[in-house]
């Protein structure tokens, strides 16, 4: 059983004027097959909680833990932190000009588990992987992100999920710039990943609309680096008819 533990999490940003307060003390817990969706207005700290976990030099942690199966992620490194279960869906994925997706990814299986995956079974696992995210075979002869349209992006991020298979995903805002028809192959690439044994899954959004395709066991609120309210899905409704009013508010 994998377990995902924040706790009390404090995190700065170093701006023109000094550091920068971003995370005032964030406290979650994602189990084993449990989907979680943080939800929060721009600039509540919800990206900065998904580089902090999974390392990014950008971001200074003050205070608090970050525990994966006991382990404290914040000890380890960027490829320490993937090796011990987990990924993440970036925002904005980067270009990897002259590196194909292919080659990419066998690097990083190898790299986790620790040996190379056998070539005859890996193409086959690869292309399935595209295919149920409807891209070409031909698509992993591509460089990485060079030229992918913003849906290819996404749906490449998900193939990657199910291919280097970790413990807890940490996907941040993998719905921004999806077509509907996008946004539901994406959702079901998540949904897949999710009903797998141990799994659990940590969804940043700001919008409801991929609630509707996944559906989380708890909805968090995130407002001015913290965690505001905790609900299920009358929360996520809540936010859908009123917006962030209400927690904007009582946070100032």
Do not use: C
């Not at 891209?135 to 193939?159: C, H, M, T, W, Y």
């Not at 008819?241 to 100032?252: E, I, P, T, W």
């Amino acid at each position: 059983m994998s377990k995902l533990e924040i706790k009390d999490l404090k995190v700065t940003v170093e701006t023109e004027d000094g550091p920068k307060d971003i995370l005032k003390g964030v406290t979650l817990t994602i189990n084993s097959n449990e989907t979680h969706a943080i939800m929060g207005p721009n600039g509540s700290g919800k990206s900065t909680l998904a580089y902090s976990i999974a390392g990014h030099p950008k971001y200074t942690i003050t205070g608090g833990e970050v525990l994966l199966d006991g382990e404290n992620l914040l000890d380890m490194s960027v490829d320490e932190r993937a090796k011990a279960g987990l990924f993440l869906a970036m925002q904005y994925p980067v270009e990897v000009p002259g590196v194909s997706v292919a080659n990419f990814l066998r690097t990083a299986k190898t790299a986790i588990d620790g040996e190379a995956p056998k070539l005859r079974t890996w193409i086959k696992d690869v292309n399935g992987a595209l295919e149920k995210m409807n891209l070409d075979p031909a698509f992993s002869q591509r460089s990485v992100n060079e030229g992918f349209s913003g849906g290819e992006k996404k749906r490449s991020e998900i193939a990657q999920l199910d291919l280097l298979d970790p413990k807890v995903a940490v996907l941040d805002e993998i719905d921004s710039g999806l077509d509907i028809d996008a946004l539901k192959v994406v959702s079901d690439g998540i949904n897949r990943f999710a009903e797998r044994d141990d799994k659990g899954v940590l969804l940043i959004t700001h919008y409801t609309r991929i609630l509707r395709y996944v559906k989380p066991d708890y909805i968090h609120v995130f407002v001015n680096g913290r965690v505001a309210e905790t609900g299920g899905s009358e929360l996520g409704e809540e936010l859908e008819a009123n917006g962030y009013d209400r927690f904007l508010k009582a946070s100032v």
